[in-house]
């Protein structure tokens, strides 16, 4: 008998010199946001929690959360794939940066929605920033609060971290944007519309890459109610491209929507922008960072020595998590 309850102490005493365990939740959110959208979007989003190691075993402690917006073409869980999250969580926990990181699924009939806020697509703008929020605060022991929310993303993530940034300055107060698409004004060609008008269903179920990319900007930027099946404007007025679209679209770039923004950008606590000095990204990058100098927005920047997305693993571990490490309220 007091072999058995020896046994049983020393069984007990092993378990408790393990290190705690991290958990990974693969959880449904329902955006009342993205509810009614005219490409048939799921409003029931796929989200992956990471969790820090002591977050079950400590239960009265509550923890900073940091947003991460993937990139266009693939989703969550394929970013989870690149940059394996819950390692990197484990290791900022390691250094003493306990953190919960939230990464949502923003994949869409066109491979992704730019972050925007469309009647065709739906609003991924206020999904992020309300619907998503509110459901993780209300499921996990957070601080929450805007001190100790951080938005961050890589690619057209990065591009939706800078607008709902702009538009939601209440809701974060420190963002990181990894090698951000689309900050500068760009045009588009009526070979591009019509080619975009032309996309068939079979198309769309086995492009890859940046295929549908043009479609996939216009369903967020430029969306038309009465134009099925796609739902987002023709483009074309009297044989041309009208010049609306192209104002609508323009309008949606970071580098044209700064100066309207400069109050929310200067609430903020802390912003990084970086991209890789092979990134195809880097002159549009580097303009976004002249500008944001340009009206005195100090901010953190930083040209590293790679490409557009071989560095996201390790840059995730070495840069994203203590920026947020020190800037967000613990």
């Given amino acids: 008998m007091l072999k058995a309850i020896f046994a049983g102490v020393a069984a007990l005493a092993v378990l408790a010199a393990l290190p705690a365990q991290a958990r990974t939740d693969r959880i449904k959110v329902h955006g009342a946001s993205l509810e009614g959208n005219l490409e048939g979007n799921s409003p029931d989003r796929d989200v992956l929690v990471f969790l820090p190691p002591r977050y079950d075993s400590d239960p009265g402690k509550r923890y900073p959360v940091v947003y991460f917006l993937h990139g266009y073409s693939v989703g969550a869980e394929a970013y989870d794939a690149l940059a394996k999250f819950q390692e990197a969580v484990d290791q900022a926990a390691a250094a003493g940066n306990e953190v919960?990181?939230?990464?949502?699924?923003?994949?869409?009939?066109?491979?992704?929605?730019?972050?925007?806020?469309?009647v065709t697509t739906g609003d991924f703008e206020r999904f992020t920033a309300v619907d998503l929020v509110k459901h993780i605060d209300a499921s996990y022991r957070t601080l929450a609060r805007r001190e100790s929310r951080g938005l961050s993303g890589h690619s057209m993530g990065g591009l939706g971290t800078l607008k709902i940034a702009m538009k939601y300055p209440g809701v974060f107060s420190s963002i990181y944007a990894m090698a951000?698409?689309?900050v500068a004004p760009t045009s588009i060609t009526a070979e591009q519309l019509q080619a975009a008008q032309a996309v068939t269903d079979e198309q769309v179920a086995t492009a890859g890459g940046f295929a549908l990319a043009t479609p996939a900007t216009l369903s967020a930027w430029a969306p038309d109610p009465q134009n099925p099946p796609h739902y987002f404007a023709s483009g074309i007025k009297d044989g041309a491209v009208d010049p609306l679209i192209i104002a609508r679209l323009q309008a949606n770039a970071p580098l044209v929507m700064l100066p309207q923004y400069l109050p929310a950008l200067r609430s903020l606590e802390a912003i990084a922008i970086n991209v890789g000095d092979k990134d195809f990204l880097l002159r549009d990058d580097t303009l976004m960072h002249e500008e944001l100098n340009r009206f005195g927005i100090a901010h953190d920047w930083e040209v590293f020595d790679g490409d557009h997305g071989n560095r996201v693993n390790a840059r995730i571990r070495s840069d994203l998590l203590p920026f947020f490490g020190r800037h967000l309220d613990k």
Wanted: charged share 15%.
């Fill in 180 to 182: 951000p698409c689309c």
């Fill in 100 to 118: 919960i990181v939230v990464v949502p699924d923003a994949n869409t009939k066109f491979k992704g929605a730019m972050y925007g806020a469309s």
